[in-house]
């Protein structure tokens, strides 16, 4: 529901309850009133009969002998108070569609005809399937839209508007969180206290970590950013004066490692990018005595083996007298991020295509190029989005200033609003987490965080919300 435009949000639940309304009607003299109050409810409410972007799922998709397309959408239900309350009330529907003959759409013409860029269109959907769509209707007597019911009772219980559609897409779901986790042999328990092996495999940052990031970012939705608190490296104790030796450590590694990245990476073959942990488990003479390597997201051989390479590059002095422990356990986080234009690339090349391909045909022009526009403006704003969205990852990042050690299994959820102006104005914690100190760290590095005003692309949609998923 939370994708569903305001405006239909409100012509939903309205009609719903005048559907009730009607239903549980001791008489028909009220019932013909109760349409005419419907009537100047939408005469009110739809004053231009245009409807933008609305939300709904396919329920009739065919076409008449001569291959006319007839197409008819099930609006997006919200059930209404008075619906809860009581049983008597069917199931309620409201649907828009076409005519589904030729005889009865003479004066509108909203059959989709063979040939037009259309009707070609509609071939790449399918029954059940949610849709964004916008189109015109019609003058009618009754109901102020022209609405296509035989009785009374049907257009009060399932009104069928006719609509002359402009535009229709398929909605792109954000992907759902993938869960990585693989089960391997114990081996090593001594991270950040015991900590087994199959961990390190699925993520030697966290014990069930969740890739949370969608290649296309609708505006229909919150996106969720996750975030680590470590964001390059974590120890396994931090109760020894560690700053100079891990600092020079971790500049060499980092050195290396931008001199020598990647190739397949850098060449854009792997546009999702991920997340490569080299642990190391360093003697008190300074020897490495192992290396393991694991990863998150789309990652290749050539770059664990640049992570692995780089931190094996680096000679280490002994550690510390002070230093606690017999020894010490590293693990260096490698980034790399998403190439988010390649992506999108990739997943529009087949749209883009159709919609800009000659078509001689008369509405073909017309219909290609408010599609067009459409996709123009939703791949702009996806940019927009994503491009913000990496602002606000980075800025809360760098705030954070770990010095101290924190389990894997923490998480802390937020929601956050942000206004035109880039102040963080509502800031919520959805999820807290069982460790005071690891949630006021959190905070602390959180209300730091200054951002300026909002792209010009996103002012429109102020405030800017989003979820933050924050973990060790």
């Not at 229909?220 to 100079?244: A, G, K, M, V």
């Not at 690339?345 to 073909?364: C, H, I, P, Q, R």
Request: hydrophobic share 35%; aromatic share 12%; net charge neutral.
């Amino acid at each position: 529901m939370s994708m569903v435009p305001e405006k239909q949000q409100k012509f939903m639940k309205s009609l719903a309850k005048f559907a009730f309304q009607y239903k549980t009607s001791p008489n028909s003299v009220e019932q013909f009133l109760l349409r005419q109050k419907r009537q100047e409810f939408l005469a009110g409410q739809i004053k231009d009969r245009v409807f933008t972007e609305w939300i709904g799922r396919i329920k009739t998709l065919r076409t008449t002998k001569n291959g006319k397309a007839y197409l008819v959408i099930e609006l997006a239900d919200i059930p209404s108070g008075e619906e809860k309350k009581s049983q008597i009330l069917p199931v309620f529907r409201v649907t828009m569609g076409t005519w589904n003959n030729a005889y009865t759409d003479l004066d509108y013409d909203t059959l989709i005809l063979p040939g037009t860029a259309m009707h070609n269109w509609l071939a790449n959907f399918r029954l059940c399937e949610w849709v964004v769509f916008s189109g015109n209707s019609f003058a009618g007597e009754e109901d102020f839209l022209k609405e296509a019911s035989p009785t009374q009772t049907e257009a009060m219980l399932s009104p069928q508007f006719i609509l002359k559609f402009e535009y229709l897409d398929k909605i792109d779901f954000p992907e759902s969180e993938i869960q990585l986790t693989e089960s391997q042999q114990d081996s090593k328990k001594k991270l950040l206290g015991t900590f087994s092996n199959s961990e390190y495999k699925s993520s030697a940052i966290t014990q069930n970590s969740v890739i949370s990031r969608s290649k296309k970012i609708s505006k229909y939705f919150i996106p969720e950013l996750t975030i680590r608190f470590y964001q390059e490296y974590r120890l396994s104790n931090y109760d020894w004066d560690y700053h100079s030796y891990i600092d020079r450590w971790h500049q060499l590694i980092r050195y290396h490692w931008r001199n020598h990245p990647p190739n397949d990476y850098l060449d854009g073959t792997i546009p999702e990018g991920g997340e490569v942990f080299v642990l190391a488990t360093v003697g008190r003479d300074g020897l490495v005595s192992s290396y393991q390597v694991s990863s998150l997201g789309d990652v290749t051989d050539n770059m664990l083996e640049s992570a692995l390479e780089s931190t094996r590059a680096v000679s280490l002095p002994p550690l510390p007298e002070d230093f606690p422990d017999e020894e010490l356990i590293v693990e260096f986080r490698f980034y790399h991020s998403p190439i988010d234009h390649l992506i999108e690339s990739e997943v529009d090349n087949e749209k883009v295509a159709f919609l800009f391909e000659d078509n001689k045909t008369m509405d073909g022009s017309d219909f290609k190029s408010k599609m067009a526009q459409k996709l123009l403006k939703k791949q702009l704003l996806s940019e927009a989005r994503i491009s913000f969205n990496e602002v606000i990852r980075r800025e809360f990042s760098s705030h954070f200033q770990p010095h101290q050690r924190f389990e894997p299994n923490l998480e802390l959820k937020f929601e956050l609003s942000i206004n035109s102006s880039g102040k963080v104005f509502d800031q919520k914690l959805t999820q807290p987490g069982i460790s005071e100190k690891f949630q006021l760290a959190v905070l602390n590095g959180l209300n730091k965080a200054r951002f300026k005003p909002l792209p010009k692309l996103l002012r429109s949609e102020a405030p800017y919300r989003v979820r933050l998923r924050v973990i060790p």
